[in-house]
């Protein structure tokens, strides 16, 4: 069974501090990592996922297979980055996501 | 519309009885999700509908719960004999396909059951 921990319920730092959300995940085979995201009064929505290897909005994700992790780091904390951040997992070919519990992100001005 | 529709936003009925939360997904997605938020919990799957494959029901909690989705779109979540531990958000994604594509999520269906 796949499953996925955010140990942080809630993560508070200043404007300008790095950020780190952290994500690990227990699956067998290859999954599929995401991050989604929701602003207040908004959708939950795709934030970046893996495969793409991309930036955005100054978040980047690696994939560390050898310490099943998937953190969201960015190093220059904004106001607006203030939301709730799941970290989500598929397996490989799957359409079923497993989410985590949600870090929410607060960035103190 | 532009997104996933869900009506309605806020549902608050008894215990014992029946509810019904639709859906409506962006014109086009094929693969439709319905999960369920608790308070402080994660989102937890439900049912999934892919054209017209028979849907994925592994994640319902229980037989009171049923999903139907009529045309290949619009879709319904009925929970029967309603308890309190229903109570929750009820969220219903879209996608393009079913594969590793990115989900569309609708604003929720916030559940109490008093």
């Known amino acids: 069974a796949q499953r996925v921990t955010q140990p942080e319920k809630l993560l508070s730092v200043f404007k300008g501090a790095p950020v780190e959300l952290k994500c690990n995940y227990s699956y067998s085979g290859s999954p599929e990592l995401f991050w989604y995201v929701q602003y207040s009064r908004q959708r939950l929505q795709l934030l970046l996922r893996?495969?793409s290897r991309e930036s955005i909005k100054g978040f980047t994700a690696d994939l560390n297979k050898g310490e099943t992790s998937f953190h969201l780091k960015k190093p220059f904390a904004q106001e607006e980055d203030s939301a709730m951040y799941y970290c989500?997992?598929?397996?490989?070919?799957?359409?079923?996501?497993?989410f985590g519990k949600g870090t929410k992100l607060s960035v103190i001005p | 519309g532009a997104g996933v529709s869900q009506s309605p936003s806020n549902k608050v009925t008894e215990k014992g009885k029946d509810v019904e939360l639709r859906c409506d997904p962006i014109?086009?997605?094929?693969?439709l999700y319905w999960y369920r938020q608790s308070l402080g919990q994660g989102l937890e799957f439900l049912i999934y509908f892919q054209g017209n494959s028979a849907p994925d029901k592994s994640g319902l909690p229980s037989d009171r719960f049923s999903a139907e989705r009529t045309g290949g779109s619009v879709s319904t979540l009925t929970i029967q004999r309603t308890q309190q531990e229903d109570s929750a958000v009820y969220l219903c994604?879209?996608?393009?396909?079913?594969?590793?594509?990115?989900?569309?999520f609708g604003d929720g269906t916030r559940l109490s059951i008093l």
């Open positions: 014109s086009g997605h094929t693969a």
């Open positions: 893996h495969i």
């Open positions: 994604a879209s996608s393009l396909d079913s594969v590793n594509q990115p989900q569309h």
């Open positions: 989500v997992i598929s397996g490989a070919g799957s359409y079923q996501l497993t």
